[in-house]
């Protein structure tokens, strides 16, 4: 069963959260001052987010939420279960209509996108269908490609970074809580960590803390970056981080942005197979009686067709859902429910 | 059973493997999503944007049109490996669209370095446009005005480098060094927009025979600096040893530069009478190689005329721009003032005026503080700029002293002309006084961004220069 | 043994039967289970006036050996007077050493294999056990330098055909006690010999037996290379790339075994297998540990280099440049688009046929013999690399960055099945979905080879999972010095688990 370690479990936290964050921040027609801070605000939020999911790892340390859930009430059990799937679809379903908005903003004319999220699909399937342990060795090196892109588009940029580009603003609360909102419904790691803890060796709880930390720094980086280089460009780029790709020029490559689509490829199928992956444990801790990989099937046409119907349209974005929804299903599975099992009758509180 | 299921099962993964190629393939071959090969793009060096007299768009495209020599040198350095389209059009994209339909290809702007305009635009908005949203487009490509048209630009063919894309991308970056230009990429200009009260400055690029015509009016502005021009420079002959030496270089170059040149004036000629047919008539428009026949010939005819080629562009001044449009010209010794204040300058050769004699040093950047302060209602922007200066190693102390004085002076002259033309004429914030504002004083700015204008009328910038030997 | 008299004996069910105590009836019986082949020599003699038959097969035994060791010695047997079954059978077994090995053997499937395995056996009248002498003199190849894996500085000696001096040549260069051989038949009618070798106390129990294990589960008939041993070694995973590593190099072997891994040896096949093995030892050749550390380093670093370009060179240049030409500096692209100006394809056939030309090539050259092999090259060179450019059928730049891949693949041969059709894979994603495509590729292989594992060990340790310790024998190569001791086994990689 413990089949991840320590350093793997941050990787795949961290991958499943920087996906947005090299996307879309700092986002478009939005405060950078006003960012910075909701980043800040929303990482503390998350610190706190996570204690009743790891007093749950203290107590249960073998058993992943779903299980837990299962063993109080089955019929309760059974439903938080579907919950779970049914928010790694959700989830699932965002990334690829982001991805597919990304490739079809930043290279139109080069494949159409229900191509580009098919693929996506089919080998994060495959992905899946390896098991935790496959997509966690995969993670070590798709965090070792996103490191060094981030160092060479750093280090092509170094001359053209200018202090004169930084502009602040007086933070609003307004604007500042509207971050943070947007910042949280992102918090995604709630959805995995439950399901995934009983698979890491040791140090569950501090992976978690490790993963935000250096989620918060590279969201940081980033930024700073982003703002250091592009200046007020930013109010108008739809992907700041890509656009830097644009700008860098290096002896020996033209233009960096092509060379930096193959990190956005690789963090984003492990973070669909991620998803993929606990929707299969979730379902299969549900219903033991059909095969998991029957789910896992469901899940990937389920994450597709959803997908697949809003790209055609063209519609990349529903706030509600994107937004409101996924932050509900967060809150209940990743907050509440924990907390309920933790503080519940007849369980004896196990502290260390 | 178990069997069965894995049969299906791998059928499945086969079935959605095959169909996905298959989608593949469709894809690849026909309609939007149609691949298409590097031979089959109009591989655009530099793209040059006029307006014609009824409000139309004029696109230059500056492409690939390689001649080699042999089937092992496809691209001979030695040749112009370019040549350029025109259309007219109501809008930019309806005008690269029909130089794509007269060449049967598609442009690829992904590797155009520079987008010139011509000297009659005169609202940027719609390239701006433009710049921002077509295909491929990189953020740092330059965007520079000419004196003349673009399209007359980007006709010149030039023997020395591979095309004078590259030559004027290469000309604008040793003039960001050395201050006699302004860092001009397209991201900068939409960040100056951006931030300021919508000012920005663009070089201005010429063409040196337009130069000799009118050199002297404009003594003053004619460079210090010269390209290409090392092999006989003593350094303190100015504007007229430039003309002095175009002329020598021309008589070295008896008849051959001069056929080309009238070659060029021809193709000129026929270029300017084919606009006003090209709308109809393919070939006019679509191939303007008048001049590279003459300058081909008299690049192997000789060594000289290559470098009369080379010297064929130089920056001279710039162009303000506000709110999108082209406000007024500012000078070569103004840019170089606008280099010290705000960015520093890596060298800068200054000729200091000793007796009758000119003495040349070179003059670079060290330090710049910046203070802002507020006293009775006016805002004073102290700079502080520290400089160093390298002598000849023949000059004596006393003659240091004397020349660093001298420079010391003039380059306080023209910061101080700078200052005058653009902050008290213009009220053109180009000195980063948004950024000043910001990073010292929060409620200032805020006034800025209501009112830049009133706030850059209380505006005083007081220079002091510190050399350092 | 009443129904023993009863079933008649034959091919197929002569492996348990005993032989038979008269001579006269046990000839019969070989003769009937070999169907009379004609390599099986039985001579009958009388020693001491009681009957006996030497067996042996034609060629597999040493002519001279038998007449030195086996005829002489039985000749110059002698009892005074009728010597008894119990005499011949005392005198061959415990008062002569007629040769190095002996057996006594019970059954007809012992006496074949023997047979078969180039002994001499000496059938005794009214006794049922014979006795069997090692005099193998079998034509066999002599050692020879490795052909695949060939160094500068190590050895020169490879592996060869005959199980035994491989064996012989491990024990060379591993004179401890702890080295244990373990040998067993495979394959029912082959019966080959398959040797299982480690260090006691350095491969881990669970990982010896596992293998052990893997191999009494091969249920085929015949064993004639390592290929048939291999699928049952690697486990169930299906992957593209290959856990068990295989070597013709005795030092090499030796290498790994002390390094706590398994050995198999085959016999009839110049390799041996290793299990478990990692990924990056397919970039590790035993020069590197000749070579001081700092050429070592930089001689890993260009094979890592070389195996991204044997893989990936021609897929990402199809990608650029039929997908994102934006990538490439100005003149890089303005000389490939002048040299595509006038080539009839597009870069992405090109590719994929010039890709296809050499494996062609290749291929050729290397199942044909040595000479006209040679000849084979010349004829590539000259078609591929001139005609085809001058004749504008393919750019040339395309040919450099094929003849780059080439040479690139050639850097790690233990990849190249891998190498080569990850490369015809990538030049297609390339060529319909640029970078985009060679991504999922890419994407596709890191999940192939991270979801291998190999009795615990997964493929990819020590990059992914991340072991630091190991990683200083994978970036740079430690001096042995600090090597020496502290090498990791592959069992304390982490994410290796216990078997």
């Known amino acids: ?352 | ?469 | 043994m009443e129904g023993k008299t009863v079933v008649k004996v034959n091919e197929y069910n002569y492996e348990t039967a005993l032989i038979s105590k008269s001579l006269k009836q046990a000839i019969l019986d070989l003769k009937i289970i070999s169907g009379k082949t004609m390599d099986l020599n039985i001579m009958e003699v009388e020693l001491s006036e009681h009957k006996c038959a030497v067996v042996s097969i034609e060629g597999m035994a040493s002519t001279s050996s038998m007449a030195e060791l086996v005829f002489r010695p039985l000749m110059e047997f002698d009892v005074k007077g009728y010597a008894t079954e119990d005499d011949v059978f005392k005198f061959l077994t415990k008062q002569s050493l007629l040769s190095a090995e002996r057996k006594i053997l019970t059954t007809y499937g012992e006496v074949f294999l023997t047979l078969f395995s180039g002994f001499a056996v000496v059938f005794i009248d009214g006794c049922d056990k014979c006795v069997a002498f090692g005099i193998q003199g079998f034509d066999k190849r002599s050692i020879e330098e490795p052909t695949s894996d060939g160094n500068l500085n190590g050895s020169h000696e490879g592996f060869i055909e005959t199980i035994r001096t491989n064996i012989s040549l491990i024990r060379r260069r591993l004179k401890t006690p702890k080295l244990r051989f373990d040998m067993q038949q495979i394959g029912s009618d082959s019966k080959t010999d398959v040797c299982v070798a480690y260090i006691t106390d350095k491969a881990p129990q669970g990982v010896i037996d596992k293998v052990k294990e893997n191999l009494n589960k091969i249920n085929l008939d015949t064993i004639i290379t390592t290929g048939y041993v291999e699928p049952f070694l690697q486990g169930k995973h299906k992957s593209l790339f290959s856990n068990v590593l295989s070597t013709d190099r005795p030092d090499a072997f030796c290498a790994k075994l002390n390094e706590g891994r398994v050995g198999i040896l085959v016999d009839g096949v110049p390799l041996a297998l290793i299990c478990p093995s990692l990924f990056i030892e397919n970039f590790q050749t035993i020069d590197d540990y000749v070579n001081k550390p700092f050429y070592t380093t930089y001689i890993r670093w260009i094979k890592y280099i070389a195996f991204f370009l044997a893989i990936a060179l021609p897929g990402i240049c199809v990608a650029i440049a039929t997908n994102h030409p934006e990538i490439l500096t100005h003149k890089f692209l303005m000389n490939l688009a002048a040299s595509e100006e006038v080539t009839p394809y597009s870069f992405f056939f090109e590719a994929f046929i010039i890709t296809i030309m050499y494996e062609l090539m290749r291929e050729a050259g290397i199942r044909l013999p040595k000479a006209i092999g040679g000849a084979v090259s010349i004829v590539g060179a000259l078609i591929i690399g001139d005609a085809a450019v001058s004749s504008s059928l393919v750019s040339a730049p395309l040919l450099i960055i094929i003849g780059l891949t080439a040479t690139a693949s050639f850097v790690i041969p233990n990849l190249n099945p891998q190498t080569s059709v990850f490369r015809m894979l990538f030049i297609i994603s390339g060529g319909f979905a640029g970078l985009f495509g060679i991504t999922l590729c890419f994407a596709f292989m890191l999940i192939n080879i991270s979801a291998l594992e190999n009795y615990g060990v997964p493929y990819n340790a020590p990059i992914s999972p991340f072991t630091f310790k190991a990683m200083r024998d994978v970036v740079t190569r430690p001096s042995f010095l600090k090597l020496g001791r502290s090498k990791t086994v592959v069992e304390n990689l982490n994410g290796a688990k216990k078997i």
């Open chain 1, 1 to 352: 069963m413990r089949k991840i370690s320590f350093g793997q479990m941050i990787t795949i936290l961290f991958l499943s959260r920087i996906f947005y964050a090299m996307t879309f921040i700092p986002f478009m027609y939005s405060d950078v001052t006003c960012q910075v801070i909701g980043f800040s605000i929303s990482t503390a939020i998350e610190c706190l987010a996570v204690i009743p999911v790891i007093i749950l790892y203290k107590k249960h340390p073998d058993k992943n939420l779903c299980q837990v859930a299962y063993e109080k009430s089955k019929i309760f059990g059974i439903l938080i279960c579907v919950a779970f799937a049914f928010a790694a679809v959700l989830v699932i379903n965002r990334l690829l209509r982001y991805f597919g908005y990304f490739m079809y903003v930043t290279f139109p004319d080069f494949l159409p996108s229900w191509i580009v999220i098919g693929a996506i699909a089919i080998i994060s399937f495959y992905a899946a269908f390896q098991g935790i342990e496959a997509i966690a060795r995969s993670a070590g090196i798709a965090f070792g490609f996103f490191v060094l892109s981030f160092i060479i588009v750093t280090a092509a940029l170094w001359t053209k970074m200018s202090f004169t580009n930084v502009i602040y603003n007086y933070p609003s609360i307004k604007h500042i809580s509207h971050e943070v909102f947007n910042e949280l419904s992102k918090f995604t790691e709630l959805l995995l960590f439950p399901i995934l803890y009983p698979y890491i060796k040791e140090k569950a709880g501090k992976s978690i803390y490790a993963a935000l930390a250096l989620k918060l720094i590279f969201v940081y980086l980033i930024t700073s970056i982003c703002v250091l280089t592009l200046g007020s460009y930013l109010n108008i780029s739809k992907f700041p981080f890509f656009d830097l790709g644009t700008y860098a020029e290096t002896f020996l490559i033209e233009r960096l942005d092509a060379f930096l689509l193959p990190a956005w490829i690789l963090i984003a199928f492990i973070k669909t197979a991620l998803f993929m992956l606990i929707a299969k444990i979730a379902l299969s801790t549900g219903f033991k009686k059909v095969k998991s990989n029957v789910f896992l099937l469901i899940i990937s046409v389920a994450a597709f067709a959803a997908s697949l119907a809003a790209v055609l349209q063209e519609k990349w974005s529903y706030s509600v859902l994107d937004k409101t929804v996924i932050m509900i299903l967060i809150l209940i599975l990743g907050v509440v429910l924990p907390l309920v099992y933790c503080f519940g009758k007849g369980d004896e509180n196990e502290t260390e």
């Open chain 2, 1 to 469: 059973m178990k069997q069965n299921r894995i049969i299906l099962k791998r059928f499945s993964i086969i079935t959605i493997c095959v169909l996905f190629i298959f989608s593949l393939c469709s894809c690849n071959s026909t309609g939007r999503y149609a691949k298409r090969d590097i031979d089959e793009k109009i591989i655009v060096h530099a793209l040059g944007i006029d307006m014609t007299k009824d409000g139309k768009f004029e696109v230059t495209l500056q492409m690939l049109a390689q001649q080699g020599s042999g089937s092992n040198t496809p691209i001979d350095p030695s040749k112009p490996n370019s040549a350029s389209v025109s259309q007219i059009a109501d809008t930019i994209p309806a005008a690269i669209e029909r130089c794509e339909t007269d060449l049967g290809k598609k442009a690829f702007l992904g590797h155009s370095e520079l987008i010139l305009l011509g000297k009659n635009v005169e609202d940027l908005n719609p390239i701006f446009d433009f710049a921002l949203n077509a295909e491929g487009i990189s953020l740092g490509i330059f965007m520079a005005y000419t004196d003349v048209t673009a399209k007359e630009i980007l006709n010149i063919k030039i023997t020395s480098g591979t095309y004078s894309a590259e030559v004027l991308k290469e000309i604008f970056e040793e003039s960001v060094k050395n201050g006699t230009s302004t860092e001009c990429e397209l991201i900068r200009h939409i960040d100056n927009i951006e931030n300021t009260n919508g000012v920005t400055v663009m070089p201005i690029i010429k063409k040196i025979k337009d130069d000799k015509k009118s050199s002297d009016e404009k003594e003053n502005s004619s460079s210090e600096e010269n390209f290409g021009e090392s092999k006989s420079d003593d350094s303190n002959v100015k504007s007229e040893n430039e003309k002095v030496k175009s002329e020598s270089s021309e008589d070295s170059q008896s008849e051959s530069s001069s056929k080309s040149e009238e070659s060029s004036s021809k193709s000129e000629e026929s270029s300017s009478k084919s606009e006003e047919s090209s709308s109809k008539s393919e070939e006019s428009s679509s191939k303007s190689e008048g001049g590279s026949g003459g300058g081909e010939e008299s690049g192997s005819g000789g060594g000289s005329s290559e470098e009369a080629e080379v010297t064929a562009f130089y920056i001279d001044g710039a162009v303000i721009i506000k709110n999108k449009k082209p406000q007024s010209v500012m000078t070569r010794d103004e840019i170089i003032g606008l280099s010290f204040l705000n960015n520093g300058i890596a060298e800068q050769e200054i000729d200091a005026k000793l007796g009758d004699t000119f003495k040349p040093v070179n003059v670079g950047s060290v330090k710049k503080d910046t203070k802002v302060s507020i006293k009775n209602n006016r805002v004073a922007v102290d700079i502080n700029l520290t400089l160093s200066y390298e002598f000849y190693k023949s000059y004596s102390e006393k003659e240091k002293k004397i020349i660093t004085a001298k420079a010391t002076e003039h380059i306080y002259s023209i910061c101080n002309k700078t200052i005058t033309k653009a902050l008290k004429e213009e009220k053109a914030d180009i000195f980063e006084i948004h950024s000043l504002l910001n990073h010292n004083d929060y409620t200032l700015y805020e006034e800025y961004k209501k009112n830049p204008d009133a706030i850059l009328e209380r505006v005083d910038i007081n220079i002091k220069i510190d050399p350092q030997n």
